[in-house]
């Protein structure tokens, strides 16, 4: 018998290493099956479907927000509260601006708020003041200081000039109280967003007034509180703003 040829090696080694990898002869090696593949795709999809079925659930546990009423008397798309004015200081950029923290028994702390009431009242008088705070007007920036609402005065132009005036709370009334309006549905205020895109306070601005008792009115309707009307302390028949 002559020597083994080249082709006669080769196919000894192939049938060799066929023999190590437990290959059936002729058959190519497995790198990765179907079957493999397959219980890969099923566990990443199990994985997926508890996620699925959580975020479901979280989203029926959340509360769809209150759709607003369009039909409400534009007064009962704001949102009145009573606040408490527990620290003032001068804007250090604006010569008619104070910044205050206002307490509105929110949980977030005391909101911040610009008022240009420097020409009517001294910090001695703001501190401590008993406000109503527009509290769904969108914040604003205000030479730099962003304002977080507005507090509500009464108006007045006399022979000396303009009087301006805090609309006042009762003492009584207990602070984040939401105003009512006599003879009106109880409030359902607008986001934040609504109030600006409907203009919502500015269509309020013409029936918003001080009665002859200084008691703030819109259209005749009386901000009231649990513990009685708001009003001013000698502005009657002022615009309120």
């Not at 949102?79 to 929110?106: M, N, Q, R, S």
């Not at 703001?126 to 304002?147: C, D, Q």
């Not at 203009?199 to 703030?216: L, S, W």
Request: include cysteine; proline fraction near 7%; glycine fraction near 10%.
């Amino acid at each position: 018998m002559g020597a083994p040829t080249a082709t006669e090696l080769l196919g000894d080694l192939i049938a060799d290493l066929e023999g190590k990898l437990n290959l059936a002869p002729g058959a190519a090696p497995i790198i990765g099956t179907k079957g493999d593949e397959s219980k890969e795709q099923k566990q990443k999809q199990n994985d997926k479907k508890p996620k699925k079925k959580q975020a479901k659930e979280n989203n029926a546990n959340k509360k769809a927000p209150v759709a607003a009423d369009p039909n409400l008397p534009h007064i009962c798309k704001l949102e009145f509260k009573v606040g408490l004015i527990t620290k003032v200081w001068v804007h250090p950029d604006a010569d008619k601006l104070y910044c205050e923290e206002i307490d509105c028994g929110e949980e977030g702390g005391p909101r911040q708020i610009a008022s240009g009431l420097r020409m009517h009242y001294s910090e001695e008088e703001m501190l401590g003041k008993r406000v109503l705070v527009v509290a769904n007007l969108k914040a604003k920036n205000l030479v730099g200081f962003k304002s977080h609402g507005m507090v509500l005065c009464a108006a007045q132009v006399n022979e000396d000039g303009e009087k301006v005036e805090f609309v006042e709370p009762p003492e009584g009334a207990p602070l984040g109280e939401v105003v009512t309006f006599e003879g009106l549905p109880p409030p359902t205020p607008f986001s934040a967003s609504q109030v600006e895109k409907k203009k919502v306070f500015a269509a309020c601005m013409d029936g918003m007034k001080t009665n002859d008792e200084c008691v703030g009115t819109w259209n005749g309707h009386v901000f009231m509180t649990t513990a009685g009307p708001c009003k001013g302390r000698s502005v009657k028949g002022g615009a309120m703003r």
